[in-house]
């Protein structure tokens, strides 16, 4: 593996000391681009590196306080064929697919860089584009290839030949490693603790560790902070999570099942393949193995009997303990995938996207990171769990490289690199509609939240919609009137489904960045067009007076930005179980007004509320924040559905209560539906 990566000159072996991190919530920052800082970052990465190869220690076997083995691999930097000397910082990435394709993907990328290809590869298929043929979503995805995103998910060796030993570990009852697969319970982050405990003991390592993950290690690699472990002193999380029941698992009572039943199958089935690596390196342990495959015997499909539980049982008490425990606020699993973020107490970086399956919560983790804006650092693109939408990162005008900006974080806050890295703009966004801009707070002081009412007023702007009403600052509706929608599959080309499925279907336009195709399942309520760019900032409720036919339903709610060729691009959404509609007061937000910003709701199976076939009753529908820009001519839309399969599906007892019968907006001048929203402008009458 050694000759797969680039030759380059020698370093002075000297260990480097991560400073004491200290700073104000204020400052003066850069912007986007990084100003006078960036042409040192881009050096650190593109120039002459102090190693020239790698010496790799595969399969190696890591005992928990249980007993547990975990299995590692380690990658050192190498001088000419040869382990270097002296003690380096480390990065760790807590795997969960198995290491092994991560080893692969890794000697890949080494290798096409050693042939002096990656970079030129990269940049050719980033300017691929085939406009008008319908598919630009896909071309979103490859034009992200020259932006360093594939290094700064990857684990990429130049972080070797840049001075850190790299550490990549199956997490328990994964890959190769011993134990059963909790799926971010308290053990693992356990088990975390002691790697890193591990890791600052041993002769390679001068005690300071960084973690680092995309997606599944992302979350592994925020949730690494739980215990505060002394050699923690940095995290890198690309597309994670620190919420991930609120991003993903049951936001509003709607499971993301179109994510998760198929991740939930891969990550069941990559455990299955046994430790070839340890065969391979002669480090084959039979009695390990062998306890490995008792455990994969006793766990072999995590979770998916909960699954399926969930969506067989048709009451209450035909529920197991464990699902149960998803149902259950206060239960240990449930706790286990929100991570307590005020114990982040070490300099983090997160990457993510408005319509990322994880896109709902990284704008409260940023907030709610008790550290001063030097040491928190949030991009949010305007694009899905395939890459973000970071497209033309690294080209003029743009923010640095992914890479490049997360070797600049290690080298600051694990080697103690004087780079300016925490003068970063805090907050660098892709404005929905707009450009990508820098803010110090979000959300924006600037906007203003304002009620914006829902009317039966048609607006001549949604024919194809179930019904075409309007929206407008002040309440028109003069009687009441009953609108009704009915659960439909068009959301299956709709922006929510894109999310779900990491973007895939955004590769089409017309599903991806165009909701007239669901709209036709859906109510459609829009305003006039803003005369002036009219920024959106922050989270959004949507207040709806609804009826049922039945004990129960379901709602979804999307804002939309429609142009004035009428496409109707949607920039926010939420969904809410009709009977899980009770809110958490306390961890809640409301505007000045006493309105709701964000609601949050316990959603307890013992706290349902049945609803009464025929009586109306008023729904607080947290949509996700988003920081937008309304064109001059563009119009605000919010449409209303009564489904988005498959990116909620409520479990079966709740749909049986429903009925998946039609369900009524009812537009009531006594008791109003309207949208809560943060924005710099009125909307025109």
Not at 206 to 228: C, K, P
Not at 321 to 330: F, K, M, Y
Not at 504 to 513: K, Q, S
Not at 574 to 602: C, N, V
Request: proline fraction near 7%.
């Amino acid at each position: 593996m050694q000759g797969m990566v680039l030759a380059s000159v020698a370093l002075a072996g000297a260990s480097f000391l991560a400073p004491t991190a200290v700073g104000e919530p204020g400052g003066v920052f850069t912007g986007i681009e990084g100003g006078s800082h960036a042409a040192q970052w881009n050096s650190a990465l593109d120039g002459p590196q102090p190693y020239n190869g790698i010496s790799p220690d595969l399969a190696v076997p890591i005992t928990m306080s249980d007993g547990k083995v975990l299995k590692a691999d380690v990658i050192h930097p190498a001088r000419d064929g040869r382990l270097a000397d002296g003690r380096r910082p480390v990065v760790l990435q807590m795997q969960g697919y198995g290491k092994l394709p991560i080893l692969i993907g890794q000697a890949l990328l080494a290798s096409a860089d050693g042939l002096g290809i990656k970079q030129p590869l990269a940049e050719w298929i980033s300017s691929l584009n085939l406009p008008g043929v319908g598919v630009d979503g896909l071309f979103d995805v490859t034009r992200q290839l020259d932006a360093g995103v594939l290094e700064a998910a990857a684990q990429d060796w130049a972080l070797a030949e840049a001075g850190y030993t790299l550490v990549q570990v199956d997490m328990r009852g994964t890959g190769t490693s011993e134990g059963a697969w909790q799926v971010f319970g308290d053990r693992e982050k356990q088990d975390a603790a002691e790697v890193i405990d591990w890791i600052t003991r041993q002769s390679w390592s001068d005690g300071n560790v960084g973690t680092m993950g995309v997606s599944f290690t992302a979350i592994s690699a925020l949730e690494a902070t739980d215990r505060m472990p002394p050699g923690l002193k940095a995290v890198f999380a690309y597309e994670g999570s620190a919420d991930v029941f609120g991003d993903i698992v049951g936001p509003g009572g709607g499971v993301g099942a179109g994510f998760l039943i198929p991740w939930l199958l891969g990550v069941n089935a990559s455990k299955m393949i046994p430790d070839i690596t340890a065969l391979v390196v002669g480090k084959f342990d039979p009695a390990q193995q062998l306890q490995w495959l008792k455990d994969r015997i006793a766990n072999p499909l995590t979770m998916v009997d909960t699954v399926i539980n969930a969506y067989t049982a048709l009451t209450p008490d035909q529920l197991t303990p464990q699902t149960r425990g998803v149902v259950d606020p206060n239960s240990p699993f449930r706790q286990g995938l929100k991570a307590k973020v005020g114990n982040i107490r070490v300099p983090t970086f997160m990457v993510g996207a408005w319509f990322d399956i994880f896109g709902t919560t990284p704008t409260d983790t940023f907030n709610a990171i008790p550290l001063p804006n030097q040491q928190k650092k949030l991009i949010m693109g305007d694009g899905y769990h395939t890459g973000t939408g970071l497209a033309g990162f690294g080209h003029p005008g743009m923010p640095p490289r992914l890479n490049v900006l997360q070797r600049a974080w290690f080298d600051h806050w694990l080697r103690g690199i004087d780079n300016g890295i925490e003068e970063y703009a805090p907050l660098v966004v892709k404005q929905q509609g707009g450009g990508w801009t820098d803010l110090t707070e979000f959300p924006r002081t600037e906007a203003t939240y304002r009620r914006v009412y829902l009317n039966d007023l048609p607006s001549g702007t949604a024919a194809g919609s179930v019904y075409d009403g309007g929206l407008a600052q002040t309440p028109r509706q003069a009687t009441v009137r009953d609108l009704t929608v009915a659960p439909g599959l068009l959301s299956l080309c709709g922006r929510d489904v894109a999310r779900i499925t990491a973007g895939v279907t955004a590769f089409l336009d017309v599903c991806g960045n165009d909701s007239r195709v669901w709209e036709r399942d859906g109510l459609s309520f829009t305003s006039s067009p803003v005369a002036a760019a009219t920024t959106i900032s922050g989270p959004i409720n949507v207040h709806l007076n609804v009826v049922h036919d039945a004990t129960d339903g379901y709602w979804v709610a999307t804002v939309n930005d429609v142009a004035p060729d009428g496409t109707s691009r949607q920039i926010a959404g939420g969904q809410l179980a009709s009977s899980l509609r009770q809110i958490d007061e306390a961890a809640s937000k409301t505007s000045a007004t006493g309105d709701y910003t964000e609601p949050h709701y316990y959603l307890s199976l013992d706290r349902r509320q049945p609803t009464v076939p025929g009586e109306p009753v008023t729904l607080d529908i947290a949509a996700t924040p988003t920081d937008a820009v309304l064109q001059p001519g563009h119009r605000l839309r919010i449409d209303v559905y009564a489904s988005n399969f498959p990116k909620g599906v409520p479990p079966t007892l709740i749909l049986a209560d429903s009925g998946l019968r039609p369900e009524h907006v009812r537009l009531d001048p006594d008791a109003p539906s309207w949208v809560n929203i943060a924005l710099t402008g009125d909307i025109p009458e």
